[in-house]
């Protein structure tokens, strides 16, 4: 069975990234859904792997789902050793309504990101899904400043950034134009060509022998 929660993603008045583009999302509602092309990879997203990989993974995604924190260990894992240099993943925020907790904390991986790069901003994603219980609630919000810090950025800068809110237009952005390429729930992870078409998606959280057939497919089709 495949862990996958389908349920639109939180909301909220801000203003739309520069960075992104319109998609248009071809999903009937039934039968097998299909995906549009997301948005181009920019200076704002953090790279895990090979900045020069053929194949984009971006992943939208959501720290207090189950499903998405059983899959994060395949993409780091598995995914990211077996095709080292082949892959490069990209993890976008698609914070789920019922989750309380899920819109504070990708603001606040992208607050750890600003102050600490890449690293940080991978630090502290794999810190939570290791440490979160998940449904909602289940890393405190009241311990993410002590994590931005393990995570190797200054306590005091990221609960400035964090209170201030300026990171919640970034994670509107990401989940509307993960809306807009199809997905309908999380992890959902578009598999890109290096022209940035979406060649196939990940719909939740595959295991491994899946994920693998259709990377190896992908990488074929190049």
């Not at 520069?18 to 999903?27: A, I, M, Q, S």
């Not at 092309?37 to 704002?44: E, F, L, P, T």
């Not at 780091?76 to 989750?99: A, C, N, T």
Request: charged fraction near 20%.
């Amino acid at each position: 069975i495949i862990g996958f929660f389908f349920f639109s993603p939180k909301s909220s008045n801000s203003k739309t990234s520069n960075t992104t583009t319109t998609t248009t999302n071809t999903n009937t509602g039934t039968g097998t859904p299909t995906y549009g092309n997301v948005r181009a990879v920019s200076d704002s997203d953090y790279i895990r792997g090979d900045e020069d990989a053929k194949i984009t993974l971006i992943e939208y995604s959501d720290y207090e789902c189950p499903f998405c924190k059983t899959f994060h260990p395949v993409m780091k894992d598995q995914v990211m050793k077996d095709y080292e240099g082949k892959v490069r993943w990209i993890y976008r925020h698609f914070p789920l309504s019922f989750h309380q907790n899920a819109q504070k904390e990708p603001e606040a991986s992208l607050c750890v990101g600003s102050l600490g790069g890449a690293d940080a901003f991978w630090k502290f994603s794999d810190m939570i899904f290791e440490r979160t219980t998940s449904n909602g609630t289940g890393f405190a919000l009241e311990g993410l400043p002590a994590l931005a810090k393990e995570a190797g950025v200054s306590e005091s800068k990221f609960k400035e950034c964090l209170d201030s809110g300026e990171m919640a237009s970034v994670v509107t952005a990401d989940a509307t134009d993960g809306q807009n390429a199809g997905a309908s729930g999380t992890p959902t992870t578009f598999i890109v060509a290096p022209d940035g078409t979406t060649l196939d998606a990940i719909p939740g959280a595959e295991p491994y022998a899946q994920v693998k057939q259709r990377l190896d497919a992908a990488l074929a089709s190049l």
